[in-house]
């Protein structure tokens, strides 16, 4: 079974500041996918960003970077120029590798989370 | 993009009845959905995962028998909560995907139970 553990239950900086969230996983699997998902006070989620274990090469999208390094078992989230719009439980996910061999999908594995609070 | 629409938004009913909670693909086929439970301040956990036309399996620890669900559509899958009790009040989240592309979650159902 996988786990994934964010060590950080909350953070704060200021608004304009970058921020780097961590994340670490267990599994045996050698190919996977990971992902960041933001769930602001209306609860709803939506994804940050996705990476591809198979894929060297961290993912990027606008402000949001992530480090993903795979011997490590490390996948962190880093927000730059952050906002007050950013402020949010973000939780650390995975995704077994069966998902995407074409034959069906498993549920996400999260972590337990980090409250990111930007103050103005 | 992708959009799932869960009904209702939130539900407070007496303890003993049931609950019925829906999900729904708007603009594409949900061959697969997942419901999660998330517990105030606590991450999402995963309760089962349903296929079209197909029991759904559920995750070690969830009764199967308390949550049922029904996936008998490409559309629409539904978690009905029976004889709900207190400790079933939770927020209640449904989850698709075909692709990677794909994975929505809806908005949410957030149940209490007096």
């Known amino acids: 079974a996988q786990t994934v553990t964010q060590s950080q239950p909350e953070m704060s900086v200021q608004e304009a500041e970058t921020v780097t969230l961590s994340c670490t996983y267990d599994?045996?699997?050698?190919?996977?996918?990971l992902f960041w998902y933001k769930q602001p006070p209306s609860r709803q989620m939506i994804l940050v960003i996705r990476?591809?274990?198979?894929?060297?090469q961290n993912a990027t999208e606008n402000r949001f970077s992530v480090n993903f390094q795979k011997a490590a078992k490390s996948f962190s989230l880093k927000i730059s120029d952050s906002q007050l719009g950013d402020t949010a439980m973000y939780f650390c996910?995975?995704?077994?590798?069966?998902?995407?061999?074409?034959?069906?999908?498993?549920?996400?594995?999260f972590g337990k989370g980090t409250h990111l609070i930007i103050q103005p | 993009g992708a959009v799932v629409s869960q009904h209702p938004s939130w539900v407070i009913c007496k303890s003993g009845t049931s609950v019925k909670i829906e999900c729904r693909s708007l603009?594409?086929?949900?061959?697969?959905m997942f419901w999660y439970r998330q517990f105030p301040k606590q991450s999402l956990m995963l309760m089962a995962t349903?296929?079209?036309?197909?029991?759904?399996?559920?995750e070690q620890g969830v009764e199967k028998d308390k949550f049922l669900i029904n996936h008998a559509s490409l559309t629409l899958s539904t978690l009905t909560v029976t004889s709900a009790h207190p400790e079933d009040s939770s927020f209640y989240i449904c989850?698709?995907?075909?692709?990677?592309?794909?994975?929505?979650f809806g908005s949410g159902t957030r149940l209490t139970v007096v």
């Open positions: 996910a995975f995704m077994k590798p069966s998902t995407y061999s074409g034959g069906g999908a498993d549920g996400l594995t």
């Open positions: 599994t045996s699997e050698s190919n996977y996918y």
């Open positions: 990476q591809e274990a198979y894929k060297q």
């Open positions: 603009d594409f086929q949900a061959t697969t």
């Open positions: 349903s296929n079209e036309g197909s029991k759904a399996t559920y």
């Open positions: 989850s698709s995907t075909g692709t990677v592309d794909d994975y929505t």
